[in-house]
């Protein structure tokens, strides 16, 4: 019925006969994969990975900045490969016992209609035991936040709870690829630097005079620690952990510990380039999470590098430092709210 070469994309081949009249037409009924399974399973793991490729040297538009971050990410120690494991840790013993005496049956072949009455009952006993197991892991769980609670470890409390109440509710759709590169070229259009086609905004008060020179390493370093830790990172996984981190091994506090100020002298060339050359590294805006509207479609939000932070919160010690506030304004300023009471 086909060539040789094409046999292999069908599968469950069926000739059926009428059921309600005799006949002499049959009906063939098979599955056919477009694909072979090889092209399939490569699409699938493609829908994982974001839909643009990352940079590389070899592209045309790779610059100093690009290639001081490539470096930078080096130092970024990998996260911990999970282990697999068969069993949860909350399982008891006797519970694994009865699955596992469930799956060898399950996978026998010898009289499958003569094991049913004891699948399910092992089936029962499982669900009795899961149960017994979930309510001691309950009771576990709840005398640890009440420990962390009387310690006065409020953050190591809610911790424990966070991983213990897990809320699944209704999950999105998957995000296509022209969605992704759609909002990725709406947020690279949202940076890209344009001229001004107009004139600009006549200035009816004296400007301020804002140091707009490339900043030291106390200024960096001012910056750094003024980041809040425990942030969701971009897509590198640099957080300002790992920042703090290479500036304490560059300046040890102690005599005998060896400086190491490779990754942090990185960070300062980085930084001080991309002030110097008004040049951003292309990683550093990219879509990380798209959010469902209520109306249908969905929206992205980029998840910042923590080095776009640096900058950010450098820029805002300039402005800051110079720039007077009229007594009147109160918006988005600390310690302005209109409904404190004085």
């Given at each position: 019925?086909t060539?040789?070469t ?6 469950n ?5 009428p ?10 009924k098979?599955?056919?994969?477009t694909?072979?399974?090889?092209a399939?399973?490569?699409y ?7 839909p ?16 001081l971050?490539?470096?930078l ?6 996260p ?48 009795k035991?899961?149960k017994?197991?979930?309510k001691?892991?309950?009771e ?8 962390c ?21 209704d ?6 690829f022209?969605?992704m ?5 709406e ?8 001229d001004p ?18 900043p ?7 910056a ?10 971009g ?5 300002a ?6 500036y ?5 506090l102690?005599?005998e510990?060896?400086?190491?100020p490779?990754?942090?002298n990185?960070l300062?060339?980085?930084?001080q ?11 550093l805006?990219c879509v ?18 923590i ?13 800051s430092a ?16 209109t409904d404190?009471?004085?």
């Amino acid at each position: 019925m086909t060539s040789p070469t094409l046999r292999h994309y069908f599968r469950n081949v069926q000739l059926v006969d009428p059921r309600i009249h005799r006949s002499d037409h049959h009906v063939i009924k098979a599955t056919i994969k477009t694909v072979p399974r090889k092209a399939q399973r490569k699409y699938l793991q493609g829908r994982k990975k974001f839909p643009l490729r990352p940079i590389t040297p070899n592209s045309p538009t790779f610059t100093q900045a690009d290639q001081l971050f490539m470096e930078l990410k080096s130092y970024v120690p990998r996260p911990k490969q999970k282990q697999s494991h068969l069993w949860a840790d909350w399982l008891s013993t006797h519970t694994k016992q009865l699955i596992r005496k469930r799956s060898q049956l399950a996978k026998s072949n010898t009289h499958k209609k003569d094991n049913r009455p004891e699948l399910r009952r092992l089936s029962r006993e499982i669900d009795k035991s899961r149960k017994e197991d979930t309510k001691r892991r309950t009771e576990t769980a709840a005398a640890e936040i009440e420990a962390c609670i009387e310690e006065q470890d409020l953050q190591g409390g809610w911790f424990k709870l966070n991983l213990w109440m897990k809320h699944r509710g209704d999950k999105a759709f998957r995000p296509s690829f022209e969605d992704m590169t759609r909002l990725t070229d709406e947020m690279e259009d949202m940076h890209k630097r344009v001229d001004p086609q107009e004139e600009p905004i006549p200035t009816l008060i004296a400007p301020y005079e804002i140091d707009d020179s490339v900043p030291t390493e106390d200024e960096i370093t001012l910056a750094v620690k003024r980041l809040k830790s425990g942030k969701s990172p971009g897509a590198t996984k640099m957080t300002a952990a790992h920042l703090k981190k290479w500036y304490r091994q560059a300046h040890p506090l102690k005599e005998e510990d060896i400086p190491q100020p490779e990754a942090w002298n990185k960070l300062v060339e980085l930084v001080q380039h991309t002030w110097e050359h008004s040049e951003l590294p292309q990683e550093l805006y990219c879509v990380q999470v798209m959010i469902p509207k209520p109306d249908g479609g969905s929206r992205g939000i980029g998840l910042l590098e923590i080095v776009l932070k640096v900058l950010e919160c450098i820029i805002n010690s300039c402005v800051s430092a110079k720039v007077k506030f009229h007594d009147c304004l109160h918006g988005f300023r600390a310690a302005r709210g209109t409904d404190q009471p004085r």
